[in-house]
T-cell receptor
Framework: DSGVTQTPKHLITATGQRVTLRCSPR?????VYWYQQSLDQGLQFLIQYYNGEERAKGNILERFSAQQFPDLHSELNLSSLELGDSALYFCASSGSNEKLFFGSGTQLSVL | GQNIDQPTEMTATEGAIVQINCTYQ??????LFWYQQHAGEAPTFLSYNVLDGLEEKGRFSSFLSRSKGYSYLLLKELQMKDSASYLC??????????FGGGTRLMVKP
């Protein structure tokens, strides 16, 4: 158990819908990262937050947004969903040693 | 931009040694990580190199040459449970961690 909690584990929705993925980092970790992993693809960096502030942005679509709350949990919002958004979404957190610990992921299926 | 290359697939025999290479081109290099990922599961940390040289941790070792933009992960005494994807990731400017496409290792009896 990495200590990073992601909910829900599975999500099935339809095109055009909006979903929210939730992540609770390890106790004491200030940084939260979001990654997308499509079938047989590598991990694609989406966005990073540090102590509530956006720190780095990757190839995140404009339809996607994220935030980190004062209690350090983070949410990733995906809107106007398309079939191609179906993927495994991972959250990771890190502390001062910068080693990333990953949650078990949310499997999103857009039908 | 960042470019990280590693072989797509490798096959090895149980009990043998396998070396998985990773080459990278990046700005502001600040460390290289190796992660193991079993299908459908979360990546788990294996090793971290920020200085040149070899880091050994049990059956797994990782090597880094910053001047060559090159790293490898060495797995000894392979076990069937080592069948997984191995991800090379580089931390670079802006504190971002970029992953390579991963190397799918199949260990055969």
């Amino acid at each position: 158990d990495s200590g990073v909690t992601q909910t829900p584990k599975h999500l099935i929705t339809a095109t055009g819908q909006r979903v929210t993925l939730r992540c609770s980092p390890r106790s004491g970790d200030l940084s939260v990262y979001w990654y997308q992993q499509s079938l047989d693809q590598g991990l694609q960096f989406l966005i990073q937050y540090y102590n509530g502030e956006e720190r780095a942005k990757g190839n995140i679509l404009e339809r996607f947004s994220a935030q980190q709350f004062p209690d350090l949990h983070s949410e990733l919002n995906l809107s106007s969903l398309e079939l191609g958004d179906s993927a495994l979404y991972f959250c990771a957190s890190s502390g001062s040693n910068e080693k990333l610990f990953f949650g078990s992921g949310t499997q999103l299926s857009v039908l | 931009g960042q470019n990280i290359d590693q072989p797509t697939e490798m096959t090895a025999t149980e009990g043998a040694i396998v070396q998985i290479n990773c080459t990278y081109q990046t700005s502001g290099f600040n460390g290289l990580f190796w992660y193991q990922q079993h299908a459908g599961e979360a990546p788990t940390f294996l090793s971290y190199n920020v200085l040149d040289g070899l880091e050994e941790k049990g059956r797994f070792s990782s090597f880094l040459s910053r001047s060559k933009g090159y790293s490898y992960l060495l797995l000894k005494e392979l076990q069937m449970k080592d069948s997984a994807s191995y991800l090379c990731a580089v931390r670079h400017a802006g504190n971002m961690l970029t992953f390579g496409g991963g190397t799918r290792l199949m260990v055969k009896p």
